[in-house]
T-cell receptor, first 114, second 116 residues
Framework: DQQVKQNSPSLSVQEGRISILNCDYT??????FLWYKKYPAEGPTFLIS?????DKNEDGRFTVFLNKSAKHLSLHIVPSQPGDSAVYFC?????????????FGKGTRLSVIA | ETGVTQTPRHLVMGMTNKKSLKCEQH?????MYWYKQSAKKPLELMFV???????ENNSVPSRFSPECPNSSHLFLHLHTLQPEDSALYLC???????????????FGEGSRLTVL
């Protein structure tokens, strides 16, 4: 049973428009959420995160929103650029759980069309 | 550059070969991980090492054998693999126990393995 779900395997967006990537989770104990970006043949790189005590975190063109009651988070990219084309993974964790690893979703492949 | 280095980046091996993947981290982290990424599947956790001790083996077949000689190095020894083991193998590290740890992982660039 997947604890972190990204239900859209792919998303295409025009350059300059907003990209919205969605993620749902089932474990209400998760208290920290992260987004990773992955280019082909490379390892995932950390993009942005949010603690469960917040509902929004912004970093430049990237904003993550958290709706705890719905167990839902989303990543907004605006404006989208061709270099944003990659696979985006949502991940969840329990802060200070020691070495308990992140739980990842399956990823969403974003294609930004020029 | 994430501070986690994996070698080799690409490996092709036959089913009877024995090879090893290497991971090195320069971040002072105490926990290291092996993940497997196959096409159209989520990242699959394979092994977790914390303070050089294996703390999790996620039902991985014995043809994969990890080794962690110190907190900076992690190996994955490969023996009599199957074609379905072809995948991208990712090493990652994190601060580990005894720290204020959000669980953020730092990944290497991966080793692309092809088993013929």
């Amino acid at each position: 049973d997947q604890q972190v779900k990204q239900n859209s395997p792919s998303l295409s967006v025009q350059e300059g428009r907003i990209s919205i990537l969605n993620c749902d989770y089932t474990n209400s104990m998760f208290d920290y959420f992260l987004w990773y970006k992955k280019y082909p043949a490379e390892g995932p790189t950390f993009l942005i995160s949010i603690s469960s005590i917040k509902d929004k975190n912004e970093d430049g063109r990237f904003t993550v929103f958290l709706n705890k009651s719905a167990k839902h988070l989303s990543l907004h990219i605006v404006p989208s650029q061709p270099g944003d084309s990659a696979v985006y993974f949502c991940a969840a964790s329990l802060v200070n759980s020691g070495n308990t690893p992140l739980v990842f979703g399956k990823g969403t492949r974003l294609s930004v069309i020029a | 550059e994430t501070g986690v280095t994996q070698t080799p980046r690409h490996l092709v091996m036959g089913m009877t070969n024995k090879k090893s993947l290497k991971c090195e981290q320069h971040l002072g982290h105490n926990a290291m991980y092996w993940y497997k990424q196959s096409a159209k599947k989520p990242l699959e956790l394979m092994f977790v090492y914390s303070l050089e001790e294996r703390v999790e083996n996620n039902s991985v077949p014995s043809r994969f054998s990890p080794e962690c000689p110190n907190s900076s190095h992690l190996f994955l020894h490969l023996h009599t693999l199957q074609p379905e083991d072809s995948a991208l193998y990712l090493c990652a590290s994190t601060l580990g126990p005894g720290t204020v740890n959000t669980g953020e992982l730092f990944f290497g660039e991966g080793s692309r393995l092809t088993v013929l």
